[in-house]
């Protein structure tokens, strides 16, 4: 998930932004804005991101003149100290509104609301495709081999035969059944388009796994969840908060 943060208390954005990745290691914060000016500058200048944490009394003005100036799709949690800015928050892409100081537990319920939101938005939009475009995706196939380069060779791989996908230093990984690992030049991010999702779920920003290799879950510290997989992995598959509920519902189907 990609994330802004826009506020000109440099203590508070810190703090904020290790919530953020506390709750979820796989939230990126791109970057945090200072002032509505630089705000304004970064988002002509970069794609939006997926959600915005903003205060609302910032040095040089009132963050809701960034939404006035540039036109921005993401939705915004607005984090202040006052409580008098709420009504004209929810005019500006609010879906949420934190009175400080913040709390980790009321972060958590924000991006869990996010997560709702987008879930149903996503369904919504899913039922009112037109016909042509639900066939479509139901003939698209998912990969049935993959590519990999090994010494001078070029092997196929099954798919079926993948027991996880490993992302490390920037170099991704594929682990078969015989126990041996391929280089891919694919990303996880392409990878999770390519794999079918009733097999292969995407737990973590380092892993992609198959379901067949789950032995058992156990519950981990700050409400995390460890997988217990058939055979090694480089390391622990700790799956977050606010990850854990999807990840559970894909295991039951």
Known sequence: MRVIIIEDESK???????MLQEIDHDINVEAILLSVSSAIKWFKENDAPELIFSDIQLGDGLSFEIFKEVQIEAPVIFCTAFDEYAIRAFESNSIDYLLKPIEEDKVQKSLEKYMRLKEHLIKSNQRTSNLNK?????????RQNILVHYGEKILPIRVVDIHFVYASNRLV??????????PVQHTL????TIL?????????????INREIIQNIEHYFNRKLYVNTKGATPEKVIISKIKAKPFLKWLEQ
């Open 12 to 18: 508070t954005a810190k703090e904020l932004k290790e």
């Open 134 to 142: 639900v066939l479509a995706q139901m003939d698209t196939a998912f």
């Open 173 to 182: 990984y594929v682990y078969t059944s015989d126990e041996k690992s391929y």
């Open 189 to 192: 991010e392409q990878l999770e």
């Open 196 to 208: 079918n999702p009733a097999q292969f779920f995407r737990v973590n920003r380092n892993y992609i």
